[in-house]
Structures are given as C-alpha cells and as structure tokens.
C-alpha cells in the first residue's frame, strides 16, 4: 500500500481514537473538578451548539484552501483546545468557564475535522491505487476499532493519570494525526479552480445546500444516516442504561456497546474485502435488512442475550451499509463542494444525538423505556420506507450507469 493512505488512515484512527478517549474522559474530568452534575451537562450543552455552527459555516473555508492543510489545521486546533487544559489547571486551577470556553476552541476542529478528512478522501483513492471500497471499508473497520478501544483506554487513563493530566494522551494523539497528513504530498489536497470562488461566502454556503437538498439521491442517504444515529445514540444514551439499570445489571452495558463496536469492524472489514465483488443492491438492501433486524431484537428488551445479538446485528450490517453510503457519497458529490456539502450533513449528525436522547427521554417519562425501544424501532422503519426506494435504482457506478445507458440508446435505434 502506498503512503498517500497509510497516512490518511493512521491519522484518522489517531484523530478518532483521540476524540473516542475525551468523550468518556472529559464528562469525568468535568465532575472531578467541580463536583457538580449540572457543570458536566452545562459543558455539553454549551459546546453542543458552536460544533453544530462550525460544521455548517466552516465547509466553505474547507472549499477554499487545501484540503490537506484544512485537516492539519483542524488537528492542531484540536491538539491545542485540549492541551490548554492540564496547562491552566497548573496554573491556576479549572473552572467550568474555561472548560467551556476550550470546548468552544475544540469545537472548531472536531466537526470541521471530520469534514476535511472527508472531503480530502477522493484525491486519497486517486493517488492511492485503491479501490474506493476497499478503503471506505478499511475505514470504517478502524473507526470501529477507535470506539471499541476508546473508552477502555479512557478507564485505563483516568487510573493511571491524576484529573486533567491524561488530557496530554488526546492532545498528543492529534497533534500526531496532523504530522501523519503532512506525509501526504501536497498536491494531493489542491482543489481545482471553479467559478465558485468569486462568489461571497453566504453564497458559497447556499450553493452548497442547493446540492445536497436538491439532489433526491444525496438528501435520502443523509436523512437514512441521520435516522440510524437518532436510533443508535437513544439506544446507547439512554434506553439501555435504564434497561440495564432496572434490569440490576449496569456493567452489562459496556459489554452491549462493545459487541455493537465488534460488528461495525467485523463489517467494515468484509466490505473493504469483498465490496467490489457483490452488488452494491446486494449490500443495500441486506444491510438495511440486517439494521432492522437487529433494531427489532433490540426493542424488544426480553434479554440481555437477545440484546447483545441485535447490537451485533447492528453493527455487523452498519459496518458494510456505512461503507457502501461512504462509497456513494465520495461518487456523488461535486468536488468543488464537497466541505459544504458534508460540512452540512456532519452538522446535522453532530445534532441528531441530542434529539434522539432527548425524544427516548420523554417517550419513558410518559410511557416505559419498552414503548421507546418500539416507537424508535418505528422511527427507523418509516425511514427505509420513506427513503430507501428512491436509492434503489441509482446505486451504481456514475460511469456504469452512462455506459447502460448507451447501450440502452442503441439497441432502441
């Protein structure tokens, strides 16, 4: 393999892995500090909302500049928010206001992050000799892997190091992703010239969300991912833990997250093998197929064992479903707006968890935590339904498509 992807792959574990260890570890750092729930859900909810911004606005500038230097930056700026912490902590000591305030920082890499090394990700097939499922699908496989070892890296930390000091480990685990992109030649990330550079930037931003609104194709994959994240972070967020809660099991819910975590990588992994042997309507349809099935074992909460197999299922049938979206998505969209683009769908991604915890919240409060599960199972149903159909027919290749086509014309003559 050349080194145009193992540099793209090695800083996006690190990156991922990086991020997977803060969100466990800063909620704790947060209550360690302060002593105070209320500080912890103050630092979210302050944070939540600037990450939601920066993703939507920064994928013009990531439109703009390099996009090998947009993904650097990002790393660094996220290196920086971090490491800010443990310094003053040494200086004179943590408040919640300067948690806040560094999660506004962070905010500015971690969401635009993701949307440059996305963005980047075509020039990365181009100049890697890879076949775009192979390398979608090993990078779901390692995304996997980066969720699955964060959070017990994150426990193994937080025993080792005293407070803010572990906070060095994801400053260091950015900084090295930014000096692995640099490895990729420049040139790679170059982004052509287009006539949409002279226009102002609430334009750019329009033109992007022209795309991706106008475009039946791209709206029903998005809106298909926002409802799988809506479905899963409800799960994870807060109808599992009350399950397990009532259930008098607790520790049994890191064993279901990880068992979700071992599926998506298992997934991720026979895509990147097979993907290009089988039909993309093949993956398609049995990865919504398996997605459901396993949300439906899931909702019916009758066992811990029927829940730990559904949340495999999930994973498992994500794992190669999120591949072949990934696939679809790098096909799809306009290069020269692809930071807007999916700037916007990693915005709505970055705020689809809350709704998703929040609408499982209530559907317990007035109901049972068995009448979220199913109403959530519903939700993901009604999706496939509403936007599966209209994918079916437009899930190959741009240029196998052309070539039918063609050949479609001809014979009609």
């Given at each position: ?156 930390l937080m025993a080792v190091f005293d407070g803010s000091t572990l906070l060095w480990v994801t400053a260091t685990t950015s900084l090295i992703a930014a000096l692995l992109t640099l490895l990729i030649p420049n040139s790679v990330g170059k982004i052509a010239e287009s006539p949409a550079t002279v226009s102002n930037s609430w334009q750019q931003l329009r033109e992007g969300w022209r795309v991706l609104f ?200």
């Amino acid at each position: 393999m050349k080194i145009v992807p193992v540099a793209y792959l090695s800083s996006y574990l690190l990156s991922l892995l990086g991020n997977s260890i803060a969100a466990v570890a800063l909620p704790l750092i947060v209550l360690q500090v302060t002593g105070s729930a209320l500080s912890a859900g103050i630092v979210a909810a302050a944070t939540a909302v600037p990450a939601v911004l920066a993703g939507l606005f920064m994928g013009v500038v990531i439109d703009r500049i390099n996009r090998r230097t947009s993904s650097v930056v990002t790393d660094l700026v996220s290196a920086a928010s971090v490491a800010a912490l443990p310094i003053i902590d040494m200086i004179t000591g943590l408040s919640v206001g300067w948690f806040v305030l560094f999660g506004i920082v962070g905010s500015l890499g971690d969401v635009p992050g993701m949307t440059a090394r996305d963005a980047l990700l075509p020039a990365i097939v181009r100049h890697g000799s890879l076949a775009s499922e192979r390398l979608v699908g090993i990078r779901e496989s390692l995304g996997a892997g980066a969720l699955l070892l964060g959070p017990a890296a994150a426990g193994t930390l937080m025993a080792v190091f005293d407070g803010s000091t572990l906070l060095w480990v994801t400053a260091t685990t950015s900084l090295i992703a930014a000096l692995l992109t640099l490895l990729i030649p420049n040139s790679v990330g170059k982004i052509a010239e287009s006539p949409a550079t002279v226009s102002n930037s609430w334009q750019q931003l329009r033109e992007g969300w022209r795309v991706l609104f106008g475009s039946t194709f791209l709206l029903a994959t998005t809106m298909l991912t926002v409802a799988s994240v809506i479905v899963l972070a409800a799960l994870q967020g807060l109808i599992l833990p009350v399950y397990f809660t009532l259930a008098e099991q607790p520790g049994r819910l890191g064993f279901v997250l990880t068992a979700l975590a071992a599926g998506t990588l298992v997934g991720g992994a026979v895509y990147a093998v097979t993907g290009t042997r089988v039909r993309r309507r093949t993956w398609f349809v049995t990865g919504l197929a398996g997605i459901t099935f396993g949300f439906a074992l899931i909702a019916t909460l009758s066992s811990v064992c029927v829940v730990f197999g559904g949340a495999f299922a999930v994973g498992l049938a994500s794992g190669s479903f999120g591949s072949l979206l990934g696939v679809l998505m790098l096909e799809r969209i306009p290069d020269d707006m692809r930071g807007r683009v999916m700037g916007t769908q990693n915005a709505v991604l970055t705020a689809a968890p809350s709704v998703g915890i929040l609408g499982a919240a209530l559907l317990t409060q007035y109901g049972s935590v068995n009448v979220a599960a199913i109403v959530l199972t519903g939700v993901w149903l009604v999706a496939v339904v509403v936007f599966a159909r209209s994918l079916l027919g437009n899930l190959e290749p741009e240029n196998e498509q052309t070539t039918n086509d063609k050949t479609a014309v001809a014979i009609d003559a």
